[in-house]
């Protein structure tokens, strides 16, 4: 019988473990300073090396080799009956199956007896977060106390659901997931000794679909070798896994970003079609975008991302803004995990684009609107993106002059039109003392606390309010903030400049304001 | 020269010193475990009987000149209402134990100087009682100090400093993690900042803390750098989800109390937080306002259910979330 590749050659050696040299290292010191534990508790993602590290280091302080750095040597006795499963004191418990407080009884009742053959008896409890509490507790004891001869090594893969007070009786290793880069080489040796070729592009995608699971790699390369013999070729693997090429997912996003709804679905159409499933479509969609999202916050790409996509990704992350980002890594995320099932399982990738499309276009058509306006749904929660600078007119420079009396005029509509927008602010401005005066096309607000004058005035906030205050007036107006008590007007009114006919305007605000707001009726003008 | 004790009131919350303590009891019993074994009794003090315990304490050592006798939780038990007349029959069977054997009681939590046992203890020759407190503050940079110097290393106060505020005074683990970071130096040179990030849990946890720090500073970019470096690092984002949340909780705990005008000193105490992460966290909350936090806070059960429903990928709503943190 075939021996799967993960087992087939797993690794005999610290030195052969990918990816966990601290924990390898540190195992191989305390081996040659003398300063093994007596349990160890493993932790970290599926496929990462917990098992494999468990059993090498049960090899190596077992290991008949004199030179301690040298261990374990897989020539002595001790190693080879490890690497054959025919060691006596090497004892593997599957917590998964074995969870009861009786299971950890038997476990204490045996473990005083001296070891068979080698100088330790080593016990692995794989998954041993699956112990109830009885069984912990019982565990408890015995790590507190353990016979000389006893080293225990507890494997996890959920080290949250552990007591801390098994935690603090282990010493505990955090196995972390496997950089791509490293995958790949580990697969090329396996390829190495299997005698077969790949395109690197291939085992680029297998390692990528590995999520840092070298296992899981292994299982892979194993399927898409199975599936045909000969050199594995990207194709193949493709086909084997249901991806489809990096271009593929260039085409949607451009789709998208163009507001090209036909290309899209056009896109999503052909790749299904040619087999990919649908749900490795929407992940590899959303793996893109997370890098797009990295380059335009971080302002790197990504170590993980392929150097063949860094100007792809460069070029979509001038087009979107990272609101609009964002709310598209969330719908199809979301399409992503509806697709499982269904009988279109593409339907809710195509509608994922068509939402985002939709959402492109009504953004360009309005460009004062703010994004969370523009989004379905904004209100539940989704992101609220702060306005960028950029993407809005300057409010000074488009600005005509008003009065205090009809920003005063139109208080409510202002307030009513902030809070639509965000009602933090609208409550701030509510506990603040309303308009001091009038600078220009500067409307000066009054605020008691400094904490509240900064908060207003950072970036987010202004826009806020300058937008709605634009939307009330007609006019695009600026702010500032100053204290009550402080406040003096900068430019004293004049009769001959329209901040000063403050008189005049008041009147026909509240004229207006009158028969606007109030339904009331002019039946007499004066001079 | 003074008799040794015969019996001994170990009481207080420092389990890890109760239990080294216990185990130099324990040699001088002798060296061969067999024998140590055979000459040891322990007992569960919430269920054995009196008269289980005086015949354990008559018995003559095997092959030995002593017996040791531990009873756990007893002193707690017998000091419940309606125990008086046992604990009146221990306590007067405490000064005719035989010459041969050590009686240790062990208590989990500290008792009063007027409990009728430690008064005893400390007023008979042939008793002993002993409090153990767990170290703090100063208290706790020495302890780890000292517990990496007596296996010949050295510890920079970096290090320290991330030990204390990841791991607090659990010292249990405290000496595991030494004995990992020994090993890892080889003993060549002194145990770094950079160690502890690199080997233990309490890395994370200071890589969460400077990811708090970069969201309330809205430093976008700094933020998404170390959210990626805790992600590769392996950490299960629903966990970093979890210490992020708790993070914010007590954010929105400490600047409550600091809106209160409560003093730094005052708020440790108040929220039963140790002193050193106390001023890293007042020093955090500074740069945020209550209602940033709170809306944060809201953000996180947001995360929390896109999470728990299968509508969003962990690695990706935690993405998503610091990124929408840095520039709301």
Redesign the interface.
Known sequence: MTQVLYRKWRPTTFDQVVGQE?VT???L??L??G?V?HAYLFA??RG?GKTTTARLLAKAVNCLEEELAGRPCNRCRICRAINEGRFLDLIEIDAASNTGVDDVRDLREKIGFSPNEGRYKVYIVDEVHMLSTAAFNALLKTL?EP??HAIFVLATTE??KIP?TV???????????I?VVRMISRLEELLAHEGVEAEPAALDLIARQAT?ALRDAESLLDQVLSSQAGRVTLQQTQAVLGTVGAETICELVDAWLNADVAAGLLTLQKAVNSGSDPQQLG?QT?DYL?GV??LK???QV??DVPEALESDLGRHAELIG??EL?RG??RF??A??ESRGGWQPQLPLELALVESVSERLAESAEPAKTPEAAAPGGST?E????PMPSERPSAVQQARPVTVAQVESQWGAFLAAVKQRDF?IEAMLRSGQGVLGIEGATVVLGFKYA?HRE?MESD?WRCVIEDSLADVLGTAVGIRCAEPEAYRPVQPARPDEPAGDAGALDVEEIKRFAVEELNAQVTETGA | MAEAPRFYVFHGENAFAQ?KTLGDLKRRLGDD?AMVSLNTMAFDGRTVSLAELEHACCTLPFLSNRRLVVVRGLIERLNEPGNRQDRDRILAFLPQLPASTRLILQEPHALPDGNPFVRLAASSPLGLARKFDLPDGRALVQWIRLQVASQGGCIEPDAIALLVLGIGN?L??LE??I??L???T??TRPIRAADIR????SG?QAGVFDLVDAVGQRL??KA??LL?SL????E?PL?LS?MITRQFRLLIQVRERLDMRFLPDEIGPDLGLKPYPTGKLVQQASSF?L?RLE?IY??LL?NDLAIKT????PI?AL??LV??L???
């Open positions: 601290h290292e540190t195992l010191s305390a040659v300073l300063r534990a970290g993602p990462t507190e016979p000389r080290v949250n801390a935690i603090s009786r282990c010493q505990r290793f955090d196995f972390r997931r950089p840092g992940r959303v997370r999202l990295y916050t971080g302002g990504p170590s990272v609101g964002i890594i969330r995320g979301a992503a995990a929660g992101a609220r993106p702060k933090r904490l908060k987010e | 239990g475990p659990d249990y683990l595991n993690e004995d990992k020994l090993s890892y080889r003993l690199l080997l233990t849990a994370v976008e970019s998404t750098t990626r992600l590769e690092a392996g299960e966990r979890g306002t209602k809306d809201r953000r947001d299968g509508n969003t990928q990706v993405e998503l990124v929408e840095c520039s709301r």
